[in-house]
């Protein structure tokens, strides 16, 4: 019988259990994936006395398994497998609960963020982030300040999900952390506001060193009405990293920036098809009879993409005229 076909047989299902005690960690760790696939009521309970086991992979499969499932017991054992001597257990353990989002480990997690080892605490906050529980805020915003900078990243992550306004000073300061990784997720975090603030803070991300926390800001901008701050946007244009280019692209065609069209379509002719691509749809979105020269200097593009977006950035300009 194949492992893909659920196990309806009770010898079946009590063969795969017996094998979660057979002396090899590998076929203990193959039993659980054959466990899920079965139909029987039992299953979570033979999960849950996996994450028990001696070998670490076997309790991260039985951790990773128990996603599935949101029976009793099940988002208990998985606060005791926070705690887990194996790091990679008390990550799967996180994920798990932050997918299954039952409010009831809300006030287990809250006390465990103040846990001395730094991957329970990140593990903690990111089984947080998906539970959105306002009392998480605080602790969160404490953990912005924590040393380990996988905690600091979770900790974004909780206060851009909860998107209170009154922590916009923190993720502000986030942007400005030292580890890339967190001023990334900061950067990203701030798309939720208007304020000008962290327009600005977005905006100054647009120098970052980092190429990655360049792209997110050129990305989040797009999601900010920001006409003051299209000047970054267009520097960015000129980024080191075409990804930084393409997020910039896309961003100046979403706020519909006029004063862009003339740097959007000098990109017509990068040798990169891509950001031909996206400088022509991002000339579509501003509509601005200035770029149809461009625009029909570009339909002989080579590239059929190309082509195809040139022609309709040409059509949806003419078409805006005519209204």
Same mark, same amino acid.
């Given at each position: 019988?194949?492992?893909?076909?659920?196990?309806e047989?009770?010898d079946d299902i009590?063969?795969?259990v017996g +094998?979660l005690?057979d002396?090899?960690?590998?076929?203990?760790?193959?039993?659980?994936?054959?466990?899920?696939?079965?139909?029987?009521?039992?299953?979570?309970?033979h999960?849950?006395?996996a994450?028990?086991?001696?070998?670490?992979?076997? +309790?991260?499969?039985?951790?990773?398994?128990? =996603?599935?499932f949101q029976t009793?017991?099940v988002?208990?054992?998985?606060?005791?497998?926070l705690?887990?001597?194996?790091e990679?257990?008390?990550?799967?353990?996180?994920?798990s609960?932050?997918e299954?989002k039952?409010a009831?480990?809300?006030?287990?997690?809250?006390?465990?963020?103040?846990n001395p080892?730094?991957a329970?605490r990140a593990?903690?906050?990111?089984?947080l982030?998906? #539970?959105r529980?306002?009392k =998480?805020l605080?602790?969160a915003?404490?953990a912005?300040?924590d040393?380990?900078?996988?905690v600091r990243?979770?900790a974004?992550?909780?206060i851009g999900y #909860?998107k209170h306004?009154?922590?916009?000073?923190?993720?502000?300061?986030?942007?400005?952390?030292t580890?890339?990784?967190?001023?990334?997720?900061?950067v990203?975090?701030?798309?939720?506001?208007?304020a000008?603030a962290a327009v600005?803070?977005?905006a100054?991300?647009?120098?970052?060193?980092d190429?990655?926390? +360049?792209?997110?800001?050129?990305e989040? #901008?797009g999601?900010?009405?920001a006409?003051?701050?299209?000047?970054?946007?267009?520097?960015a244009?000129?980024?080191?990293?075409?990804?930084?280019?393409? *997020? =910039?692209?896309?961003?100046?065609?979403r706020?519909?920036?006029r004063s862009?069209?003339p740097?959007?379509?000098?990109?017509?002719?990068?040798?990169?098809?891509?950001? +031909?691509?996206?400088?022509?749809?991002?000339l579509?979105?501003?509509a601005?009879?200035?770029a149809?020269p461009? #625009?029909?200097? =570009?339909?002989?593009?080579?590239?059929?993409?190309v082509? *195809?977006?040139?022609?309709?950035?040409?059509?949806?300009?003419?078409?805006?005229?005519?209204?």
């Amino acid at each position: 019988m194949s492992i893909f076909e659920p196990f309806e047989d009770a010898d079946d299902i009590g063969a795969i259990v017996g +094998r979660l005690n057979d002396p090899d960690p590998e076929v203990r760790r193959c039993a659980i994936f054959e466990l899920v696939e079965t139909v029987a009521p039992d299953v979570p309970e033979h999960l849950v006395r996996a994450l028990a086991d001696d070998e670490a992979a076997v +309790r991260r499969q039985a951790a990773e398994a128990l =996603a599935d499932f949101q029976t009793p017991g099940v988002t208990r054992a998985l606060v005791y497998a926070l705690e887990d001597p194996d790091e990679e257990v008390v990550r799967a353990a996180a994920d798990s609960l932050a997918e299954i989002k039952d409010a009831d480990a809300g006030p287990v997690l809250l006390a465990a963020i103040d846990n001395p080892r730094a991957a329970v605490r990140a593990a903690c906050l990111r089984a947080l982030k998906g #539970l959105r529980l306002p009392k =998480a805020l605080t602790p969160a915003r404490a953990a912005l300040a924590d040393v380990d900078a996988d905690v600091r990243l979770q900790a974004v992550g909780v206060i851009g999900y #909860l998107k209170h306004p009154g922590a916009l000073p923190h993720l502000i300061a986030a942007a400005r952390d030292t580890h890339p990784a967190v001023r990334r997720a900061a950067v990203g975090a701030l798309g939720f506001t208007r304020a000008q603030a962290a327009v600005r803070a977005v905006a100054n991300a647009l120098r970052d060193e980092d190429w990655q926390v +360049r792209q997110a800001a050129a990305e989040t #901008l797009g999601r900010m009405p920001a006409p003051t701050e299209d000047g970054g946007l267009i520097a960015a244009l000129d980024d080191d990293y075409w990804q930084v280019r393409q *997020k =910039a692209l896309q961003s100046l065609g979403r706020l519909r920036s006029r004063s862009a069209v003339p740097a959007v379509a000098a990109v017509l002719t990068h040798a990169i098809a891509n950001l +031909r691509k996206e400088a022509a749809a991002a000339l579509g979105e501003i509509a601005d009879l200035r770029a149809l020269p461009a #625009l029909h200097s =570009a339909l002989g593009d080579p590239d059929p993409d190309v082509h *195809k977006t040139v022609r309709w950035a040409i059509g949806r300009i003419e078409a805006t005229a005519d209204a």
